[in-house]
Structures are given as C-alpha cells and as structure tokens.
C-alpha cells in the first residue's frame, strides 16, 4: 500500500530521474543489427557492436564500432559522460584516418544517415527540462506514466517538446514523440521486447525510430549481449579508435 501511495504521488520530475538513474548494468557488451527504411519499405541493414560501462561516480562510457557493411566498417563512436556538462562525443572515419570531435553546432546533425541525431546519442539530465506528470495510460496491456518534458530555454537542444510512457513494473520508457522547434510533430520511438538480464537490470531488444515528416526510420535489435562481462577501460580511448585492427 505505501508502494502504491508513493508511486501515486511521483511527480514528473521524479519519473524522468528514476527513469534516468535504474537498470544500466556495471558494463555490457551488445551485438546489434541496425536496419534503416526508408519511406518505400526498402531497408538497409548495418552490423553493430557497442561496449558500455558504468562509473562509481554513476557516469557512464560507451563506443559503437560498426562492423558492416563495407561503406561504414570500421567506423567508431565513442560517447563520455561528464558531470554537468555535454557529453564527449568522438567520431572515427576510417576513410579519413582521424578522429572527430563533434562540437556543439554539430549535435543536431543526423548520426550517421540515421534518425538519431549526435544530441539524440547523449545522456538526458533531468534539470535540462520541466517535467510535467499527465493521466497515466495503459501501453500494449502495461500500466504507464504519462510524462511531458518542455527543455529550458538555455539548453541545446532539438526538440520543443517531447512526451515520455514509461512502464510503472520496472521504470523502463516503451514509447517517446518528439515535437520540432515549429511545434510539429517530429518523431517517436518505440521501445519493446524488455527482458531482465542476468544481473537483474531490464533491456529492451528493440527500438525504432521514426521520423513523421520523412517517413523514415530506424530500427535497432540487439541480437545478443552480455551484462559484467569486465570491459576493460582501454576501449573508451581515442587509441582504441584509431586500431583499425581492433573491432
């Protein structure tokens, strides 16, 4: 009953930070087959492997290297957190033997000719928006709350509006619309197939985003994973990037 009450009670704000703050794990490792369709249904498909790991300080790392097909293999995307400041975000072109930095001006811009843009990549505090808890509503069969985040006027970002479901079982989001700077509506993303890991933490296998003005989208499913698999801090380097030798 106290459980109920609480939860009950939860404003907006609280949503989006619990949201924010439970089931990452200490470090994984994931396979992933990204599928790009465009507006006909005709698709494109990319191989990824993505390494992750969390800090004490509860910041976290990430790098994408993406292994096929060709025109992209060997392309890396490394992603550090730091505490009250944008993320790091470093991109490797193995066509042009550099790593990237991409600058603030450059967040907006597609990642990679997908629907996910660089800001899309990185994390999301919750002080970077007001938060606003509406009806709570039911999604595939799931009790969810219903959470509208407007983004204050000094943080950069793509979006005038966005609305979040998150599942009230296990605080995992399985459904975002995302409203461009004119009002229109611009993308949403769906997120299913969750399943607890071996560590106790949720995943979602499958995501997509699409893109309501362009028709396109993006899927993402991760094929396989593994949770603490003890990924070493070497990965997270601009080193790392730079071995081509090294997926």
């Known amino acids: 009953m106290a459980h109920s009450v609480l939860a009950a009670d939860m404003t907006g704000e609280e949503i989006v930070k619990k949201m924010g703050n439970i089931n990452f794990s200490e470090d994984a490792i994931l396979k992933v087959k990204m599928t790009l369709i465009d507006k006909t249904g005709k698709t494109r498909e990319r191989a990824l492997l993505m390494r992750g790991k969390k800090e004490k300080d509860g910041l976290a790392k990430s790098v994408i290297t993406f292994l096929a097909p060709a025109d992209v293999k060997g392309v890396k995307f490394l992603i550090i957190q730091v505490k009250d ?80 479901w998150v599942r009230k079982d296990n605080m995992m989001p399985v459904k975002a619309m995302f409203w461009d700077k004119e009002g229109k509506l611009l993308k949403e993303m769906t997120i299913r197939n969750h399943e607890r890991a071996d560590d106790g933490n949720w995943i979602a296998r499958y995501s997509k985003m699409t893109n309501m003005q362009t028709g396109h989208a993006t899927e993402l499913q991760i094929v396989e994973y593994k949770v603490n698999a003890g990924v070493d801090e070497s990965y997270f380097t601009e080193q790392f990037l730079l071995d081509e030798a090294k997926p």
């Open 85 to 164: 400041k944008d993320d790091i975000q470093k991109l490797y072109l193995p066509a042009l033997k550099r790593i990237r930095q991409i600058s603030s001006n450059q967040k907006s811009d597609s990642f990679m000719g997908t629907d996910f843009t660089y800001n899309d990549m990185q994390s999301r505090k919750a002080e970077d928006g007001v938060h606003t808890r509406l009806a709570d509503e039911s999604m595939d069969g799931v009790d969810c709350y219903k959470v509208q985040t407007i983004p204050k006027p000094d943080v950069q970002v793509d979006y005038s509006k966005l609305i979040y």
